[in-house]
């Protein structure tokens, strides 16, 4: 383990062990919760001109991945709060557990943590660091379906991270809000022969209207659904985001970079930039106009390839907890074999 791996396992445990003899005022609530998101729709993502990749689908968790979860708090006294949260993905569509088969259970969130003026302490399986700077800046936030810039980091095939958007066998800290400004630290363990830890950094500071967050993370282990790493392989990526809500339009701009080191496929070795720009715009009292474009461009050996996304939507709120969208997206990898893909889709997401 690197001396700054060392260092945050360290003072994780001393804050753990600090705290073993704080004085119990038990009061506890624990609440059950969820979001259910089911769309219609014509859905094609670029592909080979020789192919039809068109599909009319009702599909789960287009615009936000649904799912059902418990969480529970603890009031342990002078200030000191104990955590868990238990969370699974949900496919409405067929009635299944996960985002696909080969996710565990409890794959959205499965953790517990203490929690007070120090800030946080969480163990077990959580977001990781990436995936919550990708959702924070950009219109459609954690959209698997529509945004382009989890598409282009987390999609499957055309998404370049090799880590998942959760971590499991993870530690993190994350500190209380300094005047506007949160920083975060998290370890995942390797806990295999062949893997090394994985670290992630994050800080985001908000004043007013204006927001700027920075995530960055160092990749030497993956789990289930993902292939597990064998070392040295490595894989960095930083993502800088922004925000400002001027009332009649909230913007959005986003810029990273991917490397792959070690690995035993080439492919794998390459350094990926994107970028993703995107507006919220409030038409109405309940709906608001959704734009994004982002681009990916990989630096291959036999020339750099450009993924384009450009995502517009409408999304009209109900009420408080149930909304309905409207979106289409054009998905387009300039390769010489390949054709953009169109998709047009309507949705409802309720929450509870």
């Not at 999609?155 to 005047?179: E, F, M, Q, R």
Request: with cysteine.
């Amino acid at each position: 383990m690197s001396p700054l791996k060392c260092r945050v396992a360290a003072a994780a445990a001393l804050a753990l062990a600090s705290l073993a003899t704080a004085p119990a005022h038990a009061q506890s609530s624990v609440t059950l919760y969820g979001l259910l998101d089911l769309s219609f729709g014509s859905f094609e993502n670029s592909h080979l001109k020789t192919a039809d990749a068109r599909l009319t689908q009702v599909e789960s968790g287009k615009m936000t991945t649904s799912f059902i979860g418990f969480r529970g708090v603890e009031d342990l006294g002078g200030g000191l709060k104990a955590l868990f949260t238990l969370e699974s993905f949900l496919r409405l569509d067929v009635g299944g557990a996960g985002r696909n088969g080969a996710d565990v259970f409890w794959g959205r969130n499965a953790n517990v943590g203490l929690q007070g003026d120090f800030g946080k302490v969480v163990l077990g399986r959580m977001d990781n660091f990436l995936f919550q700077q990708a959702l924070m800046f950009n219109p459609y936030g954690g959209s698997f379906g529509f945004s382009p810039t989890v598409r282009l980091t987390f999609g499957t095939p055309w998404g370049v991270d090799k880590g998942d958007s959760g971590w499991s066998n993870s530690i993190a800290y994350y500190t209380p809000n300094l005047s506007g400004f949160t920083g975060a630290v998290q370890v995942q363990m390797g806990e295999s022969e062949t893997e090394d830890e994985s670290v992630g950094l994050m800080g985001s500071y908000t004043a007013g209207p204006f927001a700027i967050g920075f995530g960055y993370q160092s990749v030497e282990s993956a789990e289930a659904p993902k292939t597990d790493f064998v070392a040295p392989a490595k894989q960095t990526f930083g993502l800088l985001g922004a925000s400002y809500d001027f009332g009649v339009v909230k913007v959005f701009g986003q810029y990273g970079q991917f490397k792959g080191s070690d690995f035993a496929t080439a492919t794998d070795n390459i350094k990926t930039k994107l970028f993703q720009l995107g507006a919220s715009v409030p038409v109405t009292k309940d709906g608001k106009v959704l734009v994004s474009y982002g681009e990916s461009k990989k630096e291959l050996a036999t020339g750099d390839v450009k993924h384009k996304i450009f995502t517009l939507g409408y999304d009209h709120y109900l009420s408080k907890r149930t909304d309905v969208y409207a979106v289409y997206m054009r998905d387009d990898e300039k390769r010489p074999t390949y054709e953009a893909g169109d998709t047009f889709a309507v949705g409802i997401r309720t929450r509870f």
